[in-house]
């Protein structure tokens, strides 16, 4: 619905930042039936940057920016819904890992077309509702992570780079594994319907 409500109101789109997170206690599913950290996490982003490619490709200098986090936990494909031995932090982890991996393939998908895609983990453990209700102890901001995000929408480097803060890191080494992503790329589209 909130596609279709900006499809309908904007002609163009020059910054789409997938920015919903959110974890879980116990092993939670969303009305289609996925793990919920995953669902919101990872899912939620893949299907709106699709579903507003074309007013992206009419965008001004287009870019698509993933906040992902420096949590990683690999993707095991035979349970990646964790229906065996759920954990609330492998859950998170995989769910923003899958981000990641979703970025450097989207920016070799969208290349030829100049929209950039970035992801980032912008500050560890900031100040929000979704750390403080879970029992974290903040350590930095939600200014610090803010302005990571925007340092990563002016900043000049390659499409499907990766971000801690504002200095360019290495993703968990999954994220380099091309059959990984391959596999993650089917699981997305047989989960969304999307390309």
Sequence with gaps: RLAADIRRDYRRLDLLVNNAG????????????????????????????YALLPLLEQGRAP??????????????????????????????????????MFTIDLAQELKSKGIVVQALHPATYMNTTMVTSSGGTPRSTVEEGAAAVMHVVATDTPSGSYFVGQKVGTPHQQAADADARRQLRELSRKLTGMP
Excluded: C, W
């Design 22 to 49: 959110i974890i879980t206690r116990e092993r939670e599913v969303s009305t289609d039936g996925h793990e919920m950290q995953f669902a919101v996490n990872y899912l939620a982003g893949y299907q709106l940057a």
């Design 63 to 100: 870019r698509i920016v993933n906040v992902s986090s420096i949590a990683a936990s690999p993707l095991d494909f035979s349970d990646v819904m964790l229906t065996r031995g759920y954990s609330s932090n492998r859950a998170y982890g995989q769910s923003k890992l899958a981000q990641v």
